[in-house]
Structures are given as structure tokens and as C-alpha cells.
Antibody, heavy 115, light 107 residues
């Protein structure tokens, strides 16, 4: 059974940093590009970042470019999202997901940015 | 960046109705499009991939069509469990983009 399990969410102050993790199992993680998708309270889905199989290719939405860093450790089957300079508008549930050629989603982890 | 314009943003319909949701891409995306259903508090679930291929396990009342810039999701006969929010997603090029969503409500 495919599982993606996010962790690391919580309450953080404006301008602070947080690192999310996503532990993958049940599929060959190292063979797939994976993404982070977020959803602000009561709002739609927003793709924010993806990383290639090897990790050398990284892609970002303009809303997080320069503040967030995606990375992966294929030896541990883990995806990361380092979030810096957090803003109020970054408050959301963050999902790790594979949205191309397959449909795998985690349950999401809530990040709340507070002043 | 490719913009996905989804319409309508909300829709009221009755059980048994046929409904259609549309997504328009700002430039051609071949058939690199998926349709997702999301219920409150849950992760999205893909219904259609490659614009018109039904995801395994998804009821056949769901169908997708289109290519290039115009895409539709059709539900042929609404069931109570279909009342949810629907999104299109393009993965033709980065940044990947979602449509704004269509909230399907019971009339």
C-alpha cells in the first residue's frame, strides 16, 4: 500500500522557518518526481514545488520561490520542504503528492503562521 | 506560466442531473490534464488522467474530454456522494497549475 506521511507542521511566528518532511513507502520513491501542494483555509489547491528523481531539478511556484527549498533523500525515502521567511499567507495544509503519472497523496500537515 | 481557468466556480444540482465542468488552459497542454475530487478535510482524489482516461476504481459516470486548451469533466448522473469540490490540474510544464475549483452543491 502506498503511503505518504507528512510531519513537521505547527505554529510558527511571522518571518520564522519550518521544515516539513514526507516519509514515503509502498512504491519506489527514488524513481518518481514528487511535489508539495498546499491549501489555505477555505481556499483552493495550490501546487508549490516539485523535485526530480535525482533531486537535481527543482521547481517552484512564484509565491514561494526564493523562500522555500525542496529536497529529497532517496536513501531514506523522504521528501523535505524547508520553509523560510514565513508569511501569514503561507498558513495552509501542506500535502506531499505525486501528481504526474500516478495519484499519491499524504494526509496533509497544517502550518499556521502567526504574528 | 500556464493559467487554468475553471468554470463555473460553483454549481447547484440535483441527484440524477448531468453536470459539466470546464477548464481552459492559457496555452496548449496536449492532454496533460487531470481532474480531481476533494471532500472536506480529505486529500484530493484523481478521477481522470490524460484528459480522458478514467482512474481505476472511479465510477463510469465520470468522464473527461478535450485536448489542447479546452477540457471538460462530465458527471452523467449525479449521486449523493458526488457533492464535493472539483479541480483540474495541468502538468504539461512547470509550474504545475490547478484550476480555481468548482464547488458542486445539492439543489
Amino acid at each position: 500500500e502506498v503511503q505518504l506521511l507528512e510531519s513537521g507542521g505547527g505554529l510558527v511566528q511571522l518571518g520564522g522557518s519550518l521544515r516539513l518532511s514526507c516519509a514515503a513507502s509502498g512504491f519506489t520513491f527514488s524513481s518518481h518526481a514528487v511535489s508539495w501542494v498546499r491549501q489555505a483555509p477555505g481556499k483552493g489547491l495550490e501546487w508549490i514545488s516539485a523535485i526530480s528523481v535525482s533531486g537535481t531539478g527543482t521547481y517552484y511556484a512564484d509565491s514561494v520561490k526564493g523562500r522555500f527549498i525542496i529536497s529529497r533523500d532517496n536513501s531514506k525515502n523522504v521528501l523535505y520542504l524547508q520553509m523560510n521567511s514565513l508569511r501569514a499567507e503561507d498558513t495552509a495544509v501542506y500535502f506531499c503528492a505525486k501528481v504526474v503519472s500516478a495519484d499519491y497523496w499524504g494526509q496533509g500537515t497544517l502550518v499556521t503562521v502567526s504574528s | 506560466d500556464i493559467q487554468m481557468t475553471q468554470s463555473p466556480s460553483s454549481l447547484s444540482a440535483s441527484v440524477g442531473d448531468r453536470v459539466t465542468i470546464t477548464c481552459r488552459a492559457s496555452q496548449g497542454i496536449r492532454n496533460d490534464l487531470g481532474w480531481y475530487q476533494q471532500k472536506p478535510g480529505k486529500a484530493p482524489k484523481r478521477l481522470i488522467y490524460a484528459a480522458s482516461t478514467l482512474q481505476s476504481g472511479v465510477p463510469s459516470r465520470f468522464s473527461g474530454s478535450g485536448s489542447g486548451t479546452e477540457f471538460t469533466l462530465t458527471i452523467s448522473s449525479l449521486q449523493p456522494e458526488d457533492f464535493a469540490t472539483y479541480y483540474c490540474l495541468q502538468h504539461n510544464s512547470y509550474p504545475i497549475t490547478f484550476g480555481q475549483g468548482t464547488r458542486l452543491e445539492i439543489k
